[in-house]
């Protein structure tokens, strides 16, 4: 167990529909990160956050947003959803301490099917 | 920017040998990290070993061991006595520094041939 807690762990939605997928970091981490997995696919990074703030920003799309909150959970919101869209979404969380190699923690993910 | 390039795509190896998987990178910073994930069947992101650009110790943990070459900029995942469990995707990751994302390379998939 990572400690990062992602809901919900699968998700089945129709096309044009909205989601939210809700991730809650490791206790005391304050960088939450968001990367998406299609099926046999890398990881792709899609946006960072850290104590509230936008950090980074990757390959999201503008149908995509995302916001942390002040007790650092965070949720990614998917909209006008589309086939494409279908794949596995990774939450990750990071505790900034050089003596722990700054490892970012995975939760088990969010499977997301669009039909 | 940043790139994680993992130039084999597929490996196999019998029970109880060893394998190597490649990595390298490119970046222009003198201090980071480099990871390697493991991703089972489960699709859960494992962390396997962590290297520390300014340690030059290999990191080992357990049967895992890195090549760390900082000059040639290569990042190689040694699996002695392999198992069967080790069957998996293999994900060479960089981050530059602290609150930093993570570039991931795009993986590895191990076969494990009893």
């Known amino acids: 167990d990572s400690g990062v807690t992602q809901t919900p762990k699968h998700l089945i939605t129709a096309t044009g529909q909205r989601v939210t997928l809700r991730c809650s970091p490791r206790?005391?981490?304050?960088?939450v990160y968001w990367y998406q997995q299609s099926l046999d696919q890398g990881l792709q990074f899609l946006i960072q956050?850290?104590?509230?703030?936008?950090?980074a920003k990757g390959n999201i799309l503008e149908r995509f947003s995302a916001q942390q909150f002040p007790d650092l959970h965070s949720e990614l919101n998917l909209s006008s959803l589309e086939l494409g869209d279908s794949a596995l979404y990774f939450c990750a969380s990071s505790v900034a301490n050089r003596d722990l190699g700054n490892t970012i923690y995975f939760g088990e993910g969010s499977w997301l099917t669009v039909v | 920017a940043q790139t994680v390039t993992q130039s084999q795509p597929e490996m196999s190896v019998q029970e109880a040998e060893t394998v190597t998987l490649s990595c390298t990178y490119d970046t222009s910073e003198s201090d980071y990290y480099l990871f390697w994930y493991k991703q089972p069947p489960s699709r859960q992101m494992i962390l396997v070993i962590r290297?520390?650009?300014?340690?030059?110790q290999n990191a080992t943990e357990n049967r895992f061991s890195v090549n760390f070459q900082k000059a040639a900029k290569s990042f190689s995942l040694k699996i002695s006595d392999s198992q069967l469990g080790d069957a998996a995707m293999y994900f060479c990751a960089y981050r530059r520094d602290r609150d930093d994302k993570i570039i991931f390379g795009k993986g590895t998939r191990l076969h494990i041939l009893p």
């Open positions: 956050y850290y104590n509230g703030e936008e950090r």
């Open positions: 290297q520390e650009a300014y340690k030059q």
């Open positions: 206790s005391g981490d304050l960088s």
